[in-house]
């Protein structure tokens, strides 16, 4: 860095070191920060947002100070360890992101913001001298995962740490400076809304493309093209034309093909809109799309680009054992790479993706295939953008894009300081309707909403650093509770509203001493006991279920009485969990998952028994289809449907008898007027309701983190990790373990489960508490390659069932079910076995994983296993851990850990 000339600002001297002019916004940003502000800085995808952060790391070297760079992702705090490490030199900067730890003690350090959690937490010595903290894609704290960690660093740092938040274009950009400003002091908020890039929006009609907007229109209004409109009306009217009619869009759907990729690529080209990315909401459908190019020969690379492919490519894969390269697609992925074409997806290996991004990123590839994880942070925009589909599965159903969605996908078109302008394609289909479109495409509606929640690991650490009365204060401070107390603003203005409104019905009907208003209590009061004797009813016939499931065993067959798995099932694993029991079953028609009460309005009964195996492994189709075959010979039948009995059948209840006997003798009741009065009394009835029902969620609505807070409290205290507001030895453990399941891991450590496991059983059944299904249902049965991996499972299992039913009685939400699917396929490579043998071994209901998906689900095994080995007490179960951790990080595990 050269010497500032005298007087300079450090503004000044940091402009007069980059090769380009700040934008107007950036400069703002960048003087608040030098007056001595936090800032945060909400701009579109590649508005140039982190030159705010660099010019913190500017501030905090000129001062003698540090800075940390938090990022959300390991790929993108690579990325920035190596801008900063060219502009500052090695000796300068820093990487921390779990599994990599270069130069720690340097004054910038990239790293992840879970890293810095741990610190703050840790209260590490590497504090000392923070002078700024950036932390880039601030929005992540909307995401329900992981979200929490950005809101616990933003509460935690020192309060003389200046905060620099960098942050996508959020519509309530106000409300969240408006938070920091009450949580860190002094804020400037900065919004950009402008592209740097202009972005223009197409629909591609077939072969043809049209503008979706009319710019030759002088109407504020937004409108769609005219000659889009048209085609497409003629299109339609086509359609009918040729015998393919009915209700507008049948027809066309029934005929219509779409274009295939391969031309809407050569398209694109003639036009010169590549390097595109086409959006396509499915891995599967990514790489199919890439075979569709391949089959069809399409070459997108130019002259003398396959040296500097091939170079690029062995950087990134040399290290991969060859004799995995098959098993990988290794040879296909480089032929597709050569011809300019590539897909990006998480189901890839990290080298493999990261390979891509470079070679777009330079040019050679023209042409990417990608799931929208792609528009979450990476750096690699295109010139083009093009969506196949405006509809994706959220993993529950699928949904229509929205606003924000859509503009953060189209975002990644324009390259800065490249493209004079941005392009984003709809391929048109019958059933897209371009209003829709022009919809999306003008709305910039994307509220940030806070996922916190306090959790476990956070309120052991919570109550460690600050005690249990200044946690509960602090957690009232988050911006979880600041926005649910926004609304409650309205809902007492709403109260006030009614209870105006109320008052003067009472006018009308005599005043509250009147008699009238004594009638209408006591037809309420009628009501309201009708109401209480239905839900009675209701909850009788719960409680029945409940008992009904909990004396199930293994292998009565029952009849589900209705819904999608109405017939016979057997009990695979019967559930004994008070209050909310979910056996797991296998029906006739070979669907195993788990039941619950709300199955079965008539409570199961065991309508006869019939052996099963030893051990089931329910993932398996041969075996479920083998079991609902041997249970449809087993001659059991289901019963026809039972009427359910009324509990009210066979007289009054007395309560009700009563008050209906002194609503009939009221003097009120023979009033001439009584049926007018009846209705205004209605209407101040329905207000009352409306205002008690406001009253109780602005009731549940403040305070609400603390009192879950103090349930959590409640069950560490009864499970002795905290006693009289002090942390224990095992609370201590508690507050190291980071990880979903974190209280099972510690009970698990704390009561010796996992002695006796060798390391590669070890991270088999450890791998239970990370993987996640990508299919619904999950693995749940105590199965396992050995005996001490089906032991230790079932005891996992037995301690995740206990916490299930204690958080049912304090009123929390359940520890996620372990899923045992990657068991098998984490102890094979553990022990040593090929990859192609563990990927077999792994995944969902015999659909092995992909190579991406592996290495990831690997990588966060270690995560825990280390974990355990720098946490538990027990010196064997350290060392196994720790050779456990060596033992699955090989081979492509190894490679590009980053």
């Not at 390097?275 to 069809?296: E, N, V």
């Not at 091939?310 to 597709?336: C, F, M, N, Q, S």
């Not at 109260?495 to 006018?507: D, F, Q, V, Y």
Request: charged share 25%; proline share 5%; hydrophobic share 40%.
């Amino acid at each position: 860095m050269t010497d500032s000339p005298a007087g300079a600002t450090e503004l000044a001297q940091f402009a007069s070191e980059i090769s380009f002019e700040l934008d107007p916004f950036q400069r703002t940003a960048c003087a608040s920060l030098e007056a001595g502000h936090s800032v945060l800085v909400c701009a579109p995808t590649g508005a140039g947002k982190t030159i705010v952060g660099e010019f913190a790391v500017h501030m905090a070297l000129a001062s003698g100070g540090k800075c940390f760079y938090t990022t959300p992702i390991k790929a993108l705090s690579n990325q920035k360890f190596a801008d900063l490490t060219a502009r500052y030199g090695r000796a300068g900067v820093g990487l921390l992101t779990g599994d990599q730890s270069i130069n720690p003690g340097a004054p910038v350090v990239v790293m992840t913001t879970e890293v810095l959690r741990n610190m703050l937490y840790a209260s590490s010595d590497s504090l000392d001298g923070l002078s700024y903290v950036v932390m880039d894609e601030v929005h992540y704290l909307a995401d329900r995962f992981r979200g929490a960690v950005w809101e616990e660093v933003i509460l935690h740092l020192p309060p003389d740490v200046r905060l620099v938040s960098l942050s996508a274009t959020v519509s309530n950009a106000e409300e969240f400076g408006a938070w920091m400003e009450t949580v860190r002091g002094d804020t400037a908020v900065v919004v950009d809304e402008t592209r740097p890039v202009p972005l223009w929006q197409h629909v591609m009609v077939g072969r043809r493309m049209f503008d979706l907007f009319d710019t030759k229109s002088s109407d504020q209004k937004v409108l769609v093209d005219e000659d889009l409109v048209r085609f497409i009306r003629q299109r339609e009217s086509a359609d009918r034309m040729h015998g393919y009619g009915g209700p507008r869009g049948r027809g066309a759907r029934g005929n219509f093909r779409p274009l295939p990729r391969p031309e809407v690529l050569a398209r694109l080209d003639e036009e010169g809109l590549l390097p595109a990315i086409t959006f396509i909401f499915s891995r599967a459908g990514c790489d199919g799309a890439l075979a569709q190019c391949l089959r069809a020969r399409l070459d997108l690379s130019r002259p003398g680009d396959a040296e500097q492919i091939d170079a690029i490519v062995e950087k990134h894969t040399g290290d991969l054992p060859k004799g995995d390269l098959e098993v990988l697609g290794y040879w296909e992925w480089r032929d597709a790479l050569r011809r300019g074409l590539a897909a990006h997806h998480a189901g890839m290996l990290p080298a493999f993706r990261h390979t891509v991004e470079e070679l777009f990123v330079k040019g050679f590839v023209r042409a990417v295939f990608a799931t929208e994880t792609l528009a979450l942070g990476i750096n690699m925009p295109a010139r083009t953008v093009v969506l196949e589909r405006l509809v994706k599965f959220n993993g529950e159903s699928h949904a229509e894009l929205t606003p924000g969605e859509y503009t953060q996908l189209t975002g990644r078109a324009g390259r800065r300081g490249i493209d004079v302008e941005g392009h984003a394609v709809v391929l048109w289909q019958p059933e897209v309707d371009t209003s829709a479109v022009a919809g999306l495409a003008s709305t910039r509606t994307y509220p940030l909403r806070s996922s916190f929640r306090p959790g476990y690991n956070m309120s052991i650490n919570l109550i460690d650093r600050l005690g249990a009365q200044e946690a509960r204060a602090l957690l009232e401070r988050s911006f979880a509770q600041f926005q649910a107390d926004r609304s409650v603003v309205g809902l007492v203005r709403g109260i006030e509203r009614n209870e105006g409104a109320m008052r003067k019905l009472e006018s009308q009907l005599g005043g509250v001493d009147g008699g009238f208003m004594e009638y209408l209590s006591l037809r309420e009061r009628i009501k309201q006991r009708e109401r209480e004797i239905q839900q009675q009813g209701r909850a009788d016939r719960r409680g029945a279920a409940v008992k009904a499931l909990i004396e199930l065993r293994r292998g009565d067959v029952v009849a589900i009485p209705s819904g999608r798995r109405a017939g016979l099932a057997v009990i695979l694993e019967p559930d004994q969990t008070p209050g909310d029991p979910r056996p797991l079953v296998l029906t006739e028609d070979h669907w195993a998952g788990r039941v619950s009460a709300a199955d079965f309005p008539t409570p199961a009964e065991a309508l006869g028994h019939m052996r099963l195996p030893r051990r089931v492994d329910h993932r398996t189709a041969r075996i479920r289809r083998d079991l609902a075959s041997a249970l449809r010979g087993t001659g059991i039948s289901a019963p026809g449907r039972r009427r359910r009995n009324d509990h009210t059948r066979g007289g009054e209840d007395r309560q009700l008898a009563t008050l209906r006997r002194s609503l009939r003798s009221h003097p009120a009741h023979s009033r001439p007027d009584r049926e007018q009065l009846s209705r205004t009394g209605e209407r101040y009835s329905r207000l009352a309701r409306e205002t008690e029902t406001m009253r109780q969620k602005v009731a549940a609505t403040t305070n609400s983190l603390a009192r879950t807070f103090d349930r959590i409290v409640g069950l560490l205290e009864e499970r002795g990790f905290v006693e009289h507001g002090e942390v224990t030895i095992d609370g201590r453990r508690l507050a190291r373990i980071y990880a979903e399941s974190d209280l099972v891991v510690a009970e698990c450590l704390r009561q010796g489960l996992w002695r006796g496991l060798g390391p590669a059983e070890l991270a088999g059944v450890v791998s239970a508490l990370v993987y996640e299904s990508r299919q619904e249902g999950g693995y749940l049965t105590a199965a396992g390659p050995t005996e001490p991996i089906r032991r230790a499972i079932g005891a996992t299992l037995d301690v995740w069932s206990q916490l299930r039913a204690d958080e049912s009685r304090h009123k929390l939400p359940p520890t996620r079910e372990p899923d045992l699917g990657f068991v098998t396929g984490v102890y094979k490579w553990a022990r040593g076995d090929a990859l192609a043998e563990s990927l077999l071994a792994s995944g969902d209901q015999g659909t092995p994983l992909s190579a991406g998906d592996f290495v990831r689900w690997c990588r966060q095994v270690i995560d825990l296993l280390d974990q355990i080995h720098n946490t538990a007490d027990d010196t064997e179960i350290a060392a196994t851990a720790a050779k456990a951790v060596r033992a699955v990080r090989r081979g492509v595990v190894a490679v590009d850990a980053a």
